[in-house]
DNA sequence: CCCAGGATTGTTAACGTGAACATGCTGTTG
DNA sequence: CAACAGCATGTTCACGTTAACAATCCTGGG
């Protein structure tokens, strides 16, 4: 019957089950005020045709996508990666649809490019995962009207927000060092524009400046484990006097360890290490580091919370989630060295 | 001009430019038959109006969705993170949308709704990664007309398939081991359900066996760091015999490495480890980790390039590409100790 | 000057769905 | 018995776009 090949629509289903379209559409819909007996009749044709709504149709009526854009910058980092499926599984928990696009770097052009092509899509929301000052500030030329949740985004105007407690984290990663005696604490930093990377670096110099102790200037890397490697490689010449190293991430942190190891130097007798995000091969290196967990499962449900609030409510009232984070303490950190004793040179 | 509020139209744009919306339709698409004047006019009022053209009622009426559907299981591991972003960007740079479903298992209900969701959404193709050998077998009953790809899955009858040449860099790293002079080098296989695993594993046997070695019962874990870690810890009574493993990836390798160090067994004077996927923590592990390259950018890129071949040309015969491997030699190998040397007890 | 024929533009009708309104039917109540 | 409420169902139209066909305009050769 008509329509060979394509698949059917309502109006086939409708025929089959002896009643019009609108009866289907409202069978589907769930709508009240359909009888159980026709429900039963237009459900078994659903069933035997092999029916499926047409999302496209439906969406050009109701004029609602029922899409969620995200926009996260590449990269195999394990947080955004991490946060990405949770906000893919919590959006899909709701009845919403995905749309991604990844960037490679967050230039306003390449933002730009990327709201084109999910404003094009017709996203209800959008989830910004692009942790970078001046992507922030492009934001705030958004289609205004679009609810927007920022990830790390400290809360560009207007928008929602997740953060993690990054400065907390990075305090009680520092008091942690503090408390176990050690009173010079290098800190090796993220890049510059990463407010996430300013958060530790903030949290940091606080804890060290309460506890009247020195914030010598930090070191800079940009995430990846050669950066760690290589600022921990100009810092060998200074171990006399610093005993802690706080990283602003684990793979930083691991290349830390990995020259210490080569220059021979101990962790943590000779030198304290502690790391960022508690990747899953923390737990396991040479030896197993103390990190500070985020909880990125909580992250993505709460963007994909605050976002589908703000769709569905469309009250604009732009809330702010701090999620917590929290300190492991493994085996890479332990009291210095007595003064006097040779450490590592000897 | 009514539709305050609402986002411009066809109709406004031709209005405003002073042509019919069908006119405005043609310079959208680049059809040819459009006086140049005329196309500057409809332009300058497109960019004037902000227009942006509606894909619902495109995909309506052209029954094209340009969506590629990619089902993907869910983890953080390396490999599929990095696989599914330059899915992304090729899917992009092809003018296709990008519909993820992240499912936390492979069983056959779950794939069966992954694939409802996507159908619905009137996907033209489909990327399953799910290298998993009941997963592969659920695929059978596909919906017969659209082209699957799958990565990893060792092609399914009459879906195309892209897959690393797994069994060839597992051979060049046993390879490697018994050229230093290993004689006895025990695997430690992944998940025995992953095709990969597999692959691998049957890659380490041949080569044991054309080099008339003994291929010693695999040690086996689920790719985690703690399953490495435990594999390796069963293995230190057998260490006397033992010179060589070859973990099936690198955060079994990586757990190992955890294992020795903690035993006081040397990497690699007393015993080699090889890995396999090179992570960016590789490089920085204590020892350095000789391991295998995958080109994870190059299986996104042929994935996109097979399925969308398969889309727009609908001939239908499904292609394989295999992806070589590369070994990557570092510092976690070197020959075995000489027989009688004292070794790790001394 | 007239007409063929290509270039350019317009008219109309789908595409599959849901909203708004209309209709008929049943049972209840004054 | 009539009016009416309330449920069940149907009719018509609109959503924004493209396809198919129709109409118009110009250009140049006879």
């Known amino acids: 019957m008509g329509r060979q090949g394509r698949s059917p629509v309502m109006k086939d289903v409708a025929r089959l089950a002896g ?18 007996v026709t429900r039963e009749r237009v459900i078994a044709a659903m069933i035997e045709l092999g029916y499926r709504p047409n999302l496209a149709a439906r969406a050009l009526v109701t004029r609602r996508s029922h899409t969620l854009g995200v ?14 499926l949770s906000i893919e599984q919590a959006a899909r928990a709701r009845g919403y649809y995905l749309s991604i696009v990844s960037v490679d770097d967050v230039t306003p052009g390449v933002l730009q490019e990327a709201l084109e092509r999910l404003a094009k899509q017709g996203v209800e929301g959008l989830v910004v995962m692009a942790p970078r000052r001046h992507a922030i500030e492009s934001l705030a030329q958004m289609p205004p009207g679009l609810p927007v949740v920022t990830v790390e985004g400290g809360g560009a105007p207007g928008t929602g927000a ?19 005696g050690h009173r010079r604490v290098v800190h090796l930093a993220g890049p510059s524009d990463w407010l996430e990377a300013e958060a530790r670096q903030e949290g940091w110099r606080a804890t060290c400046r309460e506890a009247g102790l020195p914030t010598p200037r930090p070191l800079r890397g940009d995430w990846s484990p050669r950066s760690g490697y290589r600022a921990a490689r100009r810092l060998l010449g200074r171990l006399e006097k610093v005993t802690a190293v706080f990283a602003a991430n684990d793979q930083m942190a691991l290349g ?6 080569e220059a021979g130097v101990r962790v943590p007798e000779d030198v304290s290490v502690v790391g960022f995000d508690d990747i899953p091969e923390a737990e396991f290196l040479h030896p197993p580091l103390t990190t500070v967990r985020q909880d990125f499962a909580a992250v993505g449900q709460c963007c994909v919370a605050l976002l589908t609030h703000a769709v569905e409510q469309a009250d604009g009232h732009a809330e702010t989630v701090v999620v917590p984070a929290q300190l492991l303490v493994r085996s890479s950190t332990a009291p210095p060295r007595p ?7 000897g």
């Open 339 to 345: 003064a006097g004793v040779p450490g590592w040179r």
């Open 162 to 180: 997740v953060l993690v407690d990054q400065a907390g984290g990075a305090a009680a990663a520092t008091r942690h060092l503090v408390e176990l």
């Open 71 to 84: 926009i996260a910058v590449k990269g195999t980092l394990f947080g955004p990666a991490s946060t990405l």
């Open 19 to 36: 009643v019009s379209h609108i009866t289907v559409s409202r069978v589907v819909n769930q709508a009240p005020n359909v009888h159980p």
């Open 256 to 261: 830390a360890l990995r020259a210490f190891a």
